[in-house]
């Protein structure tokens, strides 16, 4: 089946520190991947994506590279910052039935102290 | 521009209750989609649609029931409410693009608890 799997949180770093979350994922076929990002007492927010193996999403200074051999699209920021704190999920696109659907991890939890 | 509108954006209900949570969107866009978030478990698509007339299952349909009459609304229907629907309910909506991404643009979220 589709799924996605993401380290558990919560993520807990110090400001200026470099951030990784990863993400793994089982699909048949070539999914999109994406990852979403949801601020405290807000909806999701969509912070890149990459629609082909090898595509680099990038975006607020967070990347994420589509490795179809690892099938992995880990998130990656240098240094991250407090307003960075937030849920970060990631996700993949396959087709249903009538049109795609979007799969999600559980979500990460991310907290920058100053 | 509003996007994607969700009412209400709190709701209490007692076991066996019914209710409809409203989505509404003003992009024209063909896609749309309800998800339910519980804590720890992700984002888990109940169903979805993709165009007026048009809606699927998705992975967890049981207890809830859609529409889509037109492009802008989608409402979700909860007949017989049950404890384990306590959750936070958040609509999207999204179109295809040509270079294969897709953009989704969600709403705000409406939180049920059901006592």
């Known amino acids: 089946g589709n799924s996605v799997t993401q380290m558990e949180g919560p993520v807990t770093l110090s400001e200026e520190a470099f951030l990784t979350i990863n993400c793994t994922y089982t699909a048949t076929g070539y999914p999109s991947l994406f990852w979403y990002v949801q601020y405290p007492g807000e909806g999701l927010q969509l912070l890149l994506k990459a629609t082909k193996a090898d595509d680099k999403g990038s975006n607020k200074g967070f990347e994420a590279t589509y490795r179809k051999e690892t099938t992995s699209f880990h998130l990656e920021k240098g240094s991250v910052q407090v307003s960075d704190s937030a849920v970060y999920f990631c996700a993949l696109r396959v087709k249903g039935e009538y049109g795609n659907k979007l799969v999600f991890g559980a979500g990460t939890i991310l907290r920058v102290k100053s | 521009n509003a996007g994607v509108t969700q009412t209400p954006k709190f709701r209490i209900l007692k076991i066996g209750q019914s209710m409809t949570l409203q989505c509404t969107q003003d992009?024209?866009?063909?896609?749309m989609y309800w998800y339910r978030q519980d804590p720890g478990m992700g984002l888990k698509l109940i169903y979805y649609s993709v165009g007026a007339g048009i809606t699927d299952k998705g992975e967890v349909p049981n207890g809830y029931n859609v529409s889509r009459s037109t492009t802008e609304d989608f409402p979700l229907r909860l007949e017989l409410a049950a404890p384990s629907q306590t959750s936070v309910y958040f609509c999207?909506?999204?179109?295809?693009?040509?270079?294969?991404?897709?953009?989704?643009?969600f709403g705000s979220g409406t939180q049920l608890s059901v006592l």
């Open positions: 999207a909506s999204s179109y295809p693009r040509t270079d294969g991404g897709e953009k989704l643009f």
């Open positions: 992009m024209n866009h063909n896609y």
